[in-house]
């Protein structure tokens, strides 16, 4: 009855290659996040997602998109990887957003490491 | 964008003491103040949180109090324990607008030396 589950929970992948990571979750929440954590634990976030906007960190390279195929879902797409790319990827839910948000519920962490 | 500043990176603190962390945010319209707790190797979860009309909020040895005119929230933690050991994050509401969700702080990594 995991509420935010994620796979794959770890990936090693070579540099280049497309990958793509998949985020599910069953609260009913109406926003989804994905973060990128780095090896000094920076939380960042990269979009929020809800069934009416996307909205995008600008300094997300171009190369990550998020597909929504429904509420319930926000997987992350990565093309041409790069070696800076390696980190944790953590999907979240909430409630609420915006000015007043509610409690981020986190998934498990996706570690992609590039080669 | 909403900027938040954390401090300090890495605390230390006898088991049994207290232990403070602070930290100040960049945007008054902010209203919104969590913290997360991020255990070695797990996802972080949400311990304590704070929003804009309330100056201070306890739960058992955990507190936070909020100084809206200053910008800056604080986490207390009393009586550590060895399971209090982790990563601690504060975080701050973004106004929409811009890249919506939390904008969080780069984390303090608590030590409680037995």
């Known amino acids: 009855d995991t509420a935010v589950s994620q796979t794959p929970k770890y990936l090693v992948t070579q540099m280049g290659n497309d990958k793509s990571i998949k985020c599910e979750q069953n609260l009913g929440h109406d926003t989804m996040y994905w973060y990128k954590q780095d090896s000094k634990k920076f939380l960042k976030i990269m979009f929020s997602?809800?069934?009416?906007?996307?909205?995008i960190n600008e300094t997300v390279p171009n190369r990550f998109s998020p597909k929504s195929p429904d509420k319930a879902h926000l997987n992350l797409h990565i093309n041409s990887l790069e070696l800076g790319d390696s980190a944790v990827y953590f999907c979240a839910s909430s409630l609420l957003a915006g000015p007043t948000p509610g409690e981020l519920f986190f998934g498990e962490g996706s570690r992609l490491t590039v080669l | 964008g909403e900027n938040v500043e954390q401090h300090p990176s890495t605390l230390s603190v006898q088991e049994g003491d207290s232990a403070v962390i602070k930290c100040t945010y960049s945007?008054?319209?902010?209203?919104?103040f969590p913290w997360y707790k991020q255990e070695l190797g797990k996802r972080p979860q949400l311990i304590i949180d704070?929003?804009?009309?309330?100056g201070e909020k306890k739960d058992q040895r955990i507190a936070v109090t909020l100084n809206k005119t200053a910008k800056h929230f604080s986490l207390h933690i009393t009586e550590t324990q060895p399971e209090d050991s982790a990563v601690y994050f504060c975080?701050?509401?973004?106004?929409?607008?811009?890249?919506?969700?939390?904008?969080f702080g780069k984390g303090t990594h608590l030590i409680i030396q037995p």
């Open positions: 704070i929003r804009s009309n309330v």
């Open positions: 945007d008054s319209a902010s209203n919104y």
């Open positions: 997602y809800n069934n009416k906007e996307l909205i």
């Open positions: 975080a701050a509401s973004t106004p929409a607008g811009g890249a919506d969700g939390l904008t």
